[in-house]
């Protein structure tokens, strides 16, 4: 889906000429022919995204200095074009004075209003990703910090908007990188608690034997090494939010810990003594279907329906492809900033080709791949050769939710693991790992789950900590894939890492 562009002008011949031309751009137009109508066409409660507006500045009723007013009362922060026959000057600054991003003089070219379009949306995305950063690095995220259009995400957004007005448990469901955090974090940035703590905390990245520490808290020489009183997550997130995510590594031990937690609405710290009432609002995610690890037998079904009081799964990228775009655009116009790069755009090509693509890492590839062309590109312009590593890259049809990434780095020689030499095939450089069968069929994802996990064991060296922390998994998933897989050697969960 294209930028949309209003375009308000009373001059019917002058409306059909922008309108054109805007279209040959590569944008979206929405036509109306006077500045009221322009007004309930931003304000509609039900009205489309507008990215832009191209304004008349001279109309009966309602003229353009009337809307840029209206504009700004509303407290709305679309770009405004304005255009003027007369291109006095006076006109020109009492316009950008109240608020327009750049004017133009009728009748304009068509070369003229596509930079005057493409800077004004430029600059628009910039603003809107700096303002997500800054409302993100202070606990502000709001819904309207999440780009998406697509129709796949409005029941999504609409049910975590209900559940931002109460306390009620949220449990998050989406393939690695579809932005399960940012969604927590809109949720605790959109309610009552919004002026309290965020707390995030990775399951699937705590050692076993340190989740409860961590969580809970320890009192000073609970177990060796407690040289000092730690309060513990929960504690921290007092008054506010606790995002536990990748919940569904948490072991089976610190289950028991949470529940009774949840319940009591109080924790005890590990060597403490008496309990301490806590107020958190618990949010949790994770990239792993948790009906199935209860049916499993890896996570506890009270607990389990303790969290998964309001579900939300977040679509897949390649099924909300219209969001890749606006996507598009806010990466370049943030990356271009801080690489200091002037890259105007993205071809039209370059954009349908990405459009197509399957992004099995989600939004979070996507971002990289921008980020790498921005720093790689040698033209103001990026097009599909700046993309090189996704040339090539197979659709992904894959229903499953992944539980690691599918693309790592190259693979240095095999090494020695603890307990023994883990046996490695001669394997592809990464990015060339094969998804399909010599049939032609999808080669099953637990097939790609043990060579990329036997890749990033090669790669690390056999530091298991390591590899656990590259794949985003939790090292006791890694031990059990590796047992799963049937690969000799590894150690266990209990055998040393070798350095």
Request: charged content about 25%; proline content about 5%; hydrophobic content about 45%.
């Amino acid at each position: 889906m294209a930028a949309s562009i209003l375009i308000a002008d009373d001059d019917a011949v002058a409306r059909r000429l922008v309108e054109n031309m805007v279209q040959k751009c590569g944008y979206e137009t929405i036509v109306v022919d006077s500045g009221d109508a322009a007004i309930a066409t931003l304000t509609a409660p039900d009205a489309p995204v507008i990215d832009a507006v191209i304004l008349d500045l001279v109309m009966p009723g309602l003229d353009g200095m009337g809307v840029l007013a209206k504009i700004r009362e509303a407290g709305l922060t679309v770009p405004v074009i304005v255009q003027t026959a007369h291109g006095g000057i006076d006109n020109v600054i009492s316009a950008m004075r109240a608020g327009a991003a750049d004017f133009v003089v009728k009748p304009v070219g068509v070369e003229r209003l596509q930079v005057s379009l493409r800077n004004a949306l430029n600059a628009s995305a910039l603003k809107g990703e700096l303002q997500r950063i800054r409302h993100s690095r202070e606990g502000r995220l709001t819904f309207s910090d999440i780009i998406t259009r697509a129709e796949a995400m409005a029941g999504v957004m609409r049910a975590a908007q209900k559940a931002a007005g109460s306390s009620i448990p949220v449990l998050i469901e989406g393939e690695s990188g579809v932005g399960k955090e940012m969604f927590a974090r809109a949720i605790h940035g959109s309610g009552e608690r919004k002026a309290k703590p965020f707390v995030a905390v990775n399951c699937g990245a705590i050692p076993d034997n340190l989740v409860e520490s961590i969580l809970f808290g320890h009192e000073k020489g609970a177990f060796t090494g407690a040289t000092e009183r730690h309060t513990g997550k929960f504690v921290e997130a007092h008054g506010g939010t606790l995002f536990l995510d990748e919940v569904s590594e948490l072991p089976l031990t610190a289950q028991v810990k949470l529940l009774r937690a949840l319940q009591e609405g109080a924790v005890e710290a590990v060597g403490g003594r008496k309990p301490l009432k806590v107020d958190v609002r618990i949010i949790s995610a994770t990239n792993r279907r948790l009906l199935e690890r209860v049916k499993q037998g890896h996570f506890r079904e009270d607990l389990f329906y303790r969290l998964h009081v309001l579900p939300l799964t977040i679509p897949s990228l390649r099924a909300r492809r219209e969001d890749i775009p606006h996507l598009l655009r806010h990466f370049l116009a943030r990356f271009a900033a801080e690489e200091n790069r002037t890259i105007t755009g993205i071809s039209g090509d370059a954009v349908a080709h990405l459009t197509q693509l399957d992004w099995p890492g989600n939004i979070r590839q996507l971002e990289n791949a921008v980020y790498r062309a921005v720093v790689m590109s040698e033209s103001d312009q990026l097009g599909p050769a700046d993309f090189p590593l996704l040339t090539s890259q197979p659709h992904h049809h894959e229903t499953e939710i992944p539980t690691a990434p599918l693309m790592i780095e190259p693979i240095a020689a095999p090494s020695m693991v603890s307990g023994g030499e883990i046996p490695i095939a001669p394997l592809p450089l990464a990015g060339a790992l094969s998804m399909l069968t010599p049939t032609g069929d999808v080669r099953p994802l637990e097939d790609m789950e043990n060579e990329i996990i036997r890749f990033a064991i090669s790669h690390y060296r056999g530091q298991m900590s390591e590899v656990a922390r590259r794949l985003k998994i939790g090292r006791s998933t890694l031990y059990r894939k590796l047992d799963e897989a049937g690969v000799p050697g590894h150690g266990g969960k209990s055998g040393e890492e070798t350095h």
